[in-house]
């Protein structure tokens, strides 16, 4: 079993910043792939960044060069950097994880509202 911790959502202005985290604990192996993805409601859950399991990264279109995802592998812990941020932005935000056995792993979700 994993657990994904997340913190770092709140309020901000268009064009500010946020910085997402989201720990992992539990039982896996090694370094595991883990990402970001947001829902609004009323549509589908995207991907916004992450790490594959050849430890690249993939940005949606939407994203790129604003947002920029890290880790930290002795904390097992991925961030999310959010620069330049835009209302449509605004989204409840989900950690993800991918365990060595195939299983995925959700976090709880952190609020993301960019608003003036």
């Known amino acids: 079993q994993v657990q994904l911790v997340e913190s770092g959502g709140g309020l901000v202005q268009p064009g500010g910043s946020l910085r997402l985290s989201c720990a992992a604990s539990?039982?896996?192996?090694?370094?595991?792939?883990m990402g970001w993805y947001r829902q609004v409601p009323g549509e589908e859950r995207e991907l916004v960044a992450r790490?594959?399991?050849?430890?690249?990264?993939d940005y949606a279109d939407s994203v790129k060069g604003r947002f920029t995802i890290s880790r930290e592998n002795a904390k097992n812990t991925v961030y999310l950097q959010m620069n330049s941020l835009k209302p449509e932005d605004t989204a409840v935000y989900y950690c993800?994880?991918?365990?060595?056995?195939?299983?995925?792993?959700w976090g709880q979700g952190t609020q993301v509202t960019v608003s003036s």
């Open positions: 539990g039982s896996f192996v090694g370094i595991r792939p």
């Open positions: 790490f594959t399991s050849g430890g690249s990264t």
């Open positions: 993800n994880f991918l365990s060595q056995y195939g299983h995925v792993y």
